[in-house]
């Protein structure tokens, strides 16, 4: 899975995930008898994504810390790390703003970087036929 924030591709990346929740209508009355009864509600996401510090790369510690501290929502894309060539390969495309991030570094490692992002609206899907 490869990660591109505001159309820059977070080089380093060793890590994603895509998470979903739902509200739960609780519908339960008299009528019920004795048995819960449930619909579903709104339904919202959130990306996450962790990545070691790669100097040769354009999405660095700092950009992602001017993009946390941005109020602007961040379009982020994801999708396949490689492509099948003449095949159909999917991504995906959200807007939101980041909730969180991190910058860390210990004394003999490389520095990692991890952000979450709280989508705004949808999610698109895209199917995407290569050469």
Same mark, same amino acid.
């Given at each position: ?57 354009? *999405? !660095?510690?700092?950009?992602?810390? &001017? ?7 961040? %379009?982020?894309?994801? #999708? /396949?790390? +490689? ?17 969180? *991030? !991190?910058?860390?570094?210990?004394? &003999? ?7 979450? %992002?709280?989508?705004? #609206? /949808?999610? +698109? ?7």
């Amino acid at each position: 899975m490869i990660v591109k924030i505001g159309g820059t591709a977070l080089v380093g990346q060793i890590g994603g995930s895509l998470d979903g929740t739902r509200d739960i209508i609780d519908l339960t009355s008299l009528s019920s008898e004795y048995v819960k009864q449930f619909a579903a509600g709104d339904y919202g996401y959130t990306f996450s994504f962790n990545g070691l510090y790669d100097p040769s790369g354009s *999405m !660095s510690a700092s950009e992602i810390k &001017t993009a946390f501290e941005a109020e602007a929502a961040q %379009v982020i894309c994801w #999708g /396949a790390g +490689t492509f099948v060539s003449g095949g159909i390969n999917t991504y995906w495309t959200a807007s939101g703003h980041f909730t969180a *991030m !991190s910058i860390a570094a210990d004394y &003999t490692g490389p520095a990692r970087v991890s952000g979450t %992002v709280q989508i705004t #609206g /949808a999610v +698109t899907q895209t199917a995407m036929t290569t050469a």
